[in-house]
């Protein structure tokens, strides 16, 4: 018997979004061909549901998810996509109900009314927080430290990984290394601090380097880590390596060195951060940062399904470790 994985490996996409699609979730963004192109192999493969008992259809918890990122947003940065996956296929496997509060719902409290625990993925502001902890204090928010308050929350360990692609980057002989990262804001423009960015600045004060010539800041883009990279080339005091806070923006700066017509690893070397797809088909193959997303996303989603079920209150802090990808973007300076 067929099986979406089958489907899934037709169609060249993910078995998450084949299953999405049979089930006509119409919140997941993606085209009509894609959609039509695993109908059309479904029906082909004689793919048919499994079937379940009674007591399995019943769900007994609710999930609420909230995103951030829109559905076009998640698609040109799939960073939050990853998470939320990793959240909803945490509740497929096991029988949990989902609910989603979109970027534009402005009806919280009436969404996420019935929900027993809640996932929020990305950046909110402390009237969001305060919201969302009023409706459903069984809560956990991913990508977002919430020191303030006694609520779970799991993010990257960017200190930890900051550090080692600058002492990577040293052990090649770099001296010189650009920062390229993003601003964000939340609610009444409150800014979001970014710890790639002030870890940047606590390693190259502790080793004597200049944390501030190369410093630069646009939005977490390929079109802004162009912009940011084409002004560096402008500079006649020039680093030899560019640490990017993200694989956009390192994309977008490679794009930029190419254009200029310098090499990589030669001329810069580069480093990104997530580990999306598309590094390894770069050119060259970007080094970078493995932020395990969708593993976010799974610990978020049983922490509150754990939570509820043991009674448990205690909140968590998580920092979960990240993992240097050494590709060939980078090379020793001579």
Avoid at 90 to 98: E, H, L, R, S
Avoid at 128 to 141: A, H, L, R, S
Avoid at 222 to 238: C, H, T
Wanted: glycine share 6%; net charge negative; aromatic share 8%.
């Amino acid at each position: 018997m067929a099986t979406i994985r089958d489907i899934a490996k037709e169609a060249g996409i993910s078995a998450g979004a084949v299953s999405r699609i049979l089930n006509q979730d119409e919140s997941l963004s993606v085209s009509d061909a894609t959609r039509e192109r695993v109908l059309k192999i479904a029906t082909r493969v004689g793919y048919t549901k499994p079937l379940r008992s009674a007591q399995a259809k019943k769900h007994n918890f609710t999930i609420g998810i909230v995103q951030w990122f829109s559905a076009e947003e998640e698609l040109s940065d799939t960073y939050y996509l990853t998470a939320r996956q990793g959240v909803e296929d945490f509740c497929g496997k096991n029988n949990i109900a989902i609910t989603r509060l979109f970027p534009s719902d402005d009806d919280a409290a009436e969404v996420l009314k019935d929900v027993d625990g809640l996932v929020c993925i990305g950046k909110f502001s402390n009237r969001e927080i305060k919201t969302f902890i009023g409706i459903c204090p069984n809560i956990v928010f991913l990508d977002m430290p919430v020191d303030k308050y006694p609520i779970t929350s799991i993010t990257m360990d960017f200190d930890q990984s900051v550090r080692d692609a600058l002492h990577y980057l040293e052990t090649l002989g770099h001296s010189k290394i650009a920062y390229l990262g993003g601003l964000e804001y939340v609610g009444n423009h409150e800014p979001i601090p970014d710890y790639r960015k002030r870890q940047y600045q606590h390693y190259t004060k502790r080793h004597n380097l200049d944390g501030e010539t190369w410093l630069m800041e646009g939005s977490f883009t390929s079109a802004s880590g162009y912009e940011m990279m084409k002004e560096i080339l402008q500079m006649a005091n020039r680093p030899t390596a560019v640490f990017a806070a993200s694989d956009a923006i390192a994309i977008g700066a490679m794009r930029a060195i190419s254009e200029a017509g310098l090499s990589i690893p030669k001329d810069f070397s580069l480093i990104g951060f997530n580990d999306v797809e598309a590094c390894k088909y770069t050119t060259p193959a970007l080094t970078t940062i493995h932020a395990p997303a969708y593993d976010m996303g799974a610990h978020g989603a049983n922490l509150v399904y754990v939570s509820s079920n043991l009674q448990i209150h205690t909140p968590l802090k998580v920092k979960i470790p990240c993992k240097l990808i050494k590709r060939e973007s980078c090379g020793e300076i001579y």
